[in-house]
């Protein structure tokens, strides 16, 4: 493989002497699997980003996607198919999906974001703030059409007073089986995971 103006040019033969391109399809599938799957992608803007993008711990974890054409032509899809893309901040998850071209979006199979708010006491006693439910994405407008797992981790803190801890244990069930029915409403067929992250 040789550059041209900073762009891969790939040699007519490399095709050919690629001995991974010469097992058949099926094992092929198995490799670009192993090597492009099974990682969490964060998205974040990071510093002097103006757009939100996907990153990952692994170093070189897309490399085997530039070793010729054929290759990415096999694979280009595997990283969406068989990884975890989170989110941080829904605002930042939900402008990276929609930045997507339609086919990769559509191949997204797991998405995991993260969801913090407070618990506070009312009239009807200890119940999680209406701001929770306000920051809830609607993701069935995010047109993820492979989608088939959602997990979210939620963080629920108390707000400067002192309750019944049954209660408060009571609120936070409450909250985290109605999201996830919301959830399950909006993803018929989706699996559903949402946990209370450690400590709240």
Known sequence: MVKTNGLAKFGSNSASLSPLLRLPAELRNMVYIYTLGGNTWSINMGRGRTKPRADNAAK???ALLQVNRQIY????LFPYLYNTFEGRHNGHLREWVQSLP???RKSITSIKRYQRSYLIEGAQGVDVSPIFWMDTPTMGQWKLK???RIEVEVALQKWGWNSNEEETK???VKALAKLRKLLEEEHPGVIVNVVLRRGY
């Not at 032509?73 to 280009?76: F, G, K, T, V």
């Open 102 to 104: 339609s086919t990769h």
């Open 170 to 172: 009571a609120a936070k």
């Open 146 to 148: 492979g989608l088939k």
């Open 60 to 62: 070189n974890a897309l």
């Open 73 to 76: 032509a096999e694979a280009h």
